[in-house]
């Protein structure tokens, strides 16, 4: 077995136990092979190990590997920061975007998206901690503006991600993505209804968000190895 091969095999067993650990009922995990900065042979490689949903955080880097990695039979998530003026190449390429944080921005891709007869999936980011560095719904706006983003009806909304703050440790990240599963819960009963999906959890925290009820982790140091280079557009 490649490397690649091997470090898939053992987070798909630590996905496991972590979810046999969970107190909550939350679903399937869906782990998303973070690729950004690594080459098209290694996303191969994990493709041959039976991965199908690969993560990216550039446009620019990412539409050349897509195209050239049979995109029928690979699933990409745009797990950056989305710009207004990708939006129309972001939703031709990818499936899933989980960094909307804004209704004006949400109101944008409707847009596009109604234009070219699409209709994709999104995750609404949340700022939990208010640093100013992150992108995100303040949970205060989210709750206000959920009504007007219901009415979008070119986008599917999944659920909710977020990102929390850097910490030395996965169970610093504990109370984050419990306050994350705890918000959603609360925009259910509110507006009446579901939002099924919460991405949350990396390499360093990803069982932790299982425990806590992640349905989406995105997953890259972990799988390909460290980054020789950090991507620019990442959303922390
Ligand atoms: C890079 C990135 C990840 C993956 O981080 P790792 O620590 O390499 O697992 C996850 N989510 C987002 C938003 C990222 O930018």
Redesign the pocket.
């Known amino acids: 077995m490649s490397d690649v091969a091997e470090n898939l095999a053992a987070i798909r067993a630590r996905i496991a136990e972590a979810m046999s650990r969970r107190e909550v009922d939350a679903g399937a995990v869906e782990l ?1 092979a ?1 690729s ?1 900065t690594f080459p098209p042979e290694l996303i191969l490689e994990a493709a041959n190990a039976g991965q199908r949903v690969f ?1 990216e ?1 550039k446009l620019q880097e990412a539409e050349p590997k897509i195209s050239m990695l049979l995109p029928s039979q690979l699933s990409w998530h745009f ?2 920061r989305v710009q207004r003026n990708k939006v129309r190449k972001l939703i031709s390429s990818f499936q899933v975007l ?2 909307i944080d804004s209704q004006r921005l949400a109101a944008h891709v409707d847009g596009v998206a109604a234009e070219t007869g699409k209709r994709p999936e999104i995750f609404l980011q949340v700022n939990l901690s208010d640093e100013v560095s992150k992108g995100g719904f303040k949970t205060a706006d989210l709750k206000k503006e959920m009504g007007s983003l219901l009415l979008l009806d070119h986008l599917r909304i999944l659920g909710l ?1 977020t ?1 929390p703050p850097a910490c030395g440790d996965a169970e610093g990240s504990r109370p984050w993505f419990r306050q994350l599963r705890e918000f959603r819960d609360e925009l259910e009963q509110e507006w009446g209804i579901q939002l099924p999906s919460l991405s949350m959890g ?3 925290d ?1 069982e932790v968000a299982v425990e806590e009820g992640a349905t989406h982790v ?7 190895g460290n ?1 020789s280079h950090q ?1 620019d ?4």
């Open positions: 998303i973070v950004k993560g955080s797990i950056g989980h960094g991600m990102i990396m390499s360093a990803f995105r997953v890259g140091t972990a799988v390909f980054r991507a557009g990442e959303l922390s």
